[in-house]
């Protein structure tokens, strides 16, 4: 998907919602359990009920992984029911480097068919460009993170006062461009939104941490939106474990309405006045 595609998706449904797919079986409600693939019939009714508000999907990958090989054919089974024209993200956080990365890349691009994977920065050029080397996809790089543990290195400032994460911003747009590599930036950073998107004006930004973990949409945006909005704001528990009984994908529904609500308001706020 290009970038003016998926601008396009924004502005036709009023939205920027990303949906994550963070399909524990553990979590799913009881009744799906019984069933030959409960984490495809949990995320394909999520999915369903949810289509005419988001603009990407998010699968986590370990809640895939984790379920062995079955977990794999259940995530190509759910990625290829979504919708053509909404943006698909493995969530994969990969990062090693030479032909390993370019195989990452394969997997997830040729093999099936995403069209953006997160990867981890911190081993450098090699690890990041094999996957920026496929046409119309995308890499989502770590950048800031919402985690305790990111202070442990990304707030970590050099000799001259700058922070690691801003090093990493910096050097990154030397292998990517806006066309084809965002940003990961966490939504509990408030204000440090606004210094990210300074130093990368033109990238979107994939942000986790609104709903469940305390985000502030409001916020989000006010920092965050550039001139073609530049934001995919993630909401995994708030909205697919809304609730756990059979109601569930028309609860999520519910909030994945309010959500898009919201963010109405706010592309009417930013973009169109």
């Given amino acids: 998907m290009t970038r003016a595609e998926l601008f396009s998706q924004i502005q036709k449904k009023s939205s920027f919602l990303c949906v994550g797919l963070d399909a524990d079986i553990n979590k799913i409600p009881e009744h799906l359990k019984h069933e030959a693939d409960p984490i495809f019939s949990f ?16 699968p986590n990958i370990a809640f895939f992984e984790a379920l062995g090989p079955k977990g794999w054919e259940t995530l190509q089974k759910i990625n290829e029911i979504i919708p053509e024209e909404i943006f698909t993200i493995a969530d994969a956080k990969r990062g090693d480097i030479g032909n390993t990365s370019k195989l990452y890349a394969k997997a997830f691009f040729e093999k099936m068919d995403f069209d953006s994977v997160t990867v981890a920065p911190y081993m450098g050029a090699d690890s990041v460009t094999p996957f920026l080397e496929f046409e119309d996809k995308w890499v989502i790089l770590l950048a800031l993170t919402s985690n305790a543990g990111s202070m442990d290195f990304q707030l970590i400032k ?24 965002m940003y990961v930036v966490g939504a509990t950073r408030g204000e440090l ?4 998107r300074k130093v990368v004006p033109d990238h979107f930004f994939l942000v986790p ?21 530049g934001l995919l704001v993630n909401s995994s528990r708030g909205i697919i474990y809304a609730s756990g ?15 898009q609500e919201e963010m109405a308001g706010l592309l009417d706020k930013y973009l169109r006045n």
């Avoid at 995320?43 to 603009?55: F, G, K, L, Q, W």
Wanted: charged share 30%; hydrophobic share 30%; with cysteine.
């Fill in 245 to 259: 009984e059979k109601d569930f994908a028309k609860t999520a529904r519910l909030e994945t309405k309010k959500l």
């Fill in 158 to 181: 050099d000799e001259n006062g700058k922070p690691l994460f801003q090093t990493v911003l910096e050097k990154s747009q030397e292998w990517g461009t806006p066309e084809n590599l």
């Fill in 209 to 229: 941490g609104v709903g469940a973990q305390g985000g502030s949409l409001a916020e989000v945006a006010k920092y965050g939106m550039n001139s073609s909005c």
């Fill in 43 to 58: 995320c394909r009714e999520i999915i369903e009920e949810t289509a005419d508000y988001a603009v990407a999907y998010k």
């Fill in 193 to 196: 939104i606004g210094e990210v």
